[in-house]
């Protein structure tokens, strides 16, 4: 079956702008979770939604913003854009959150 | 606060020894355990998991230790092949906490043919 897509692959951005990254789980998958990677600090949680509701939030401040579809299918959004906010970010999905996640490949975002 | 620590960011081991991965974590609330494997410009892909009730868990090559009381898990890997040679992470998570997993921050192995 298909795995968990991620797009777009790559994004450039400058300071001050926003960005929305989607995700679509693996069919059947209900939570759906963000995460950042930066060189040095591994993979920091940012969010979990389950059946269109947050359910867990990680350490990052409210310009970092998601929502879940009725499909499963997640965004997430990103405001006011600084350069520190250059990561990797990741999507995961499981069937009901306490599984094995399944990521996807990530988009690469970059500010200028 | 780094919750789960892996303090070595890089190992190199020679094709058909052991690599052994190591992972710390503070938690003690932490009682699920997973590691995954990344190669560049891929997500990572799940490889083994362990429970806290279990000391030891074993799926082919790879084999997960679990220390409770020191709160420290291992990956061995054996023997180690070059196709293994790419960023491993661990991950913990608590059942009365929800669905979060806290992850370190990698180990970049290098199997050398």
């Known amino acids: 079956k298909a795995g968990v897509t991620q797009t777009p692959r790559y994004l450039i951005k400058t300071r001050g702008q926003q960005v929305t990254l989607s995700c679509s789980p693996i069919?059947?998958?209900?939570?759906v979770s963000w995460y950042q990677q930066t060189p040095g600090q591994g993979l920091q949680f940012l969010f979990e939604?389950?059946?269109?509701?947050?359910?867990n939030k990680g350490n990052f401040p409210g310009r970092f913003s998601g929502r879940q579809f009725s499909n499963s299918r997640s965004e997430m959004n990103v405001s006011t854009l600084e350069l520190g906010d250059s990561a990797l970010y990741l999507c995961a999905s499981s069937f009901d959150g306490d599984q094995p996640q399944h990521f996807g490949d990530g988009t690469r975002l970059s500010i200028l | 606060d780094q919750q789960v620590k892996q303090n070595s960011p890089s190992l190199s081991v020679q094709e058909g020894r052991i690599s052994i991965l190591n992972c710390d974590y503070t938690?003690?609330?932490?009682?699920?355990f997973l590691w995954y494997k990344k190669y560049p410009a891929e997500g990572p892909t799940f490889l083994i998991s362990?429970?806290?009730?279990?000391d030891k868990n074993e799926d082919g090559r790879f084999t997960v230790f679990l220390n409770k009381s020191a709160k420290h898990l291992s990956l061995h890997i054996v023997p180690s092949q070059p196709g293994d040679s790419a960023v491993y992470f661990c991950?913990?998570?608590?059942?009365?906490?929800?669905?979060?997993?806290?992850f370190g921050t990698g180990t970049s192995l290098t199997v050398i043919p």
């Open positions: 991950a913990a998570s608590a059942s009365n906490t929800g669905n979060q997993f806290y």
């Open positions: 362990i429970s806290s009730i279990k």
């Open positions: 938690n003690s609330m932490f009682d699920y």
């Open positions: 939604y389950f059946s269109e509701t947050q359910r």
């Open positions: 069919s059947g998958h209900r939570s």
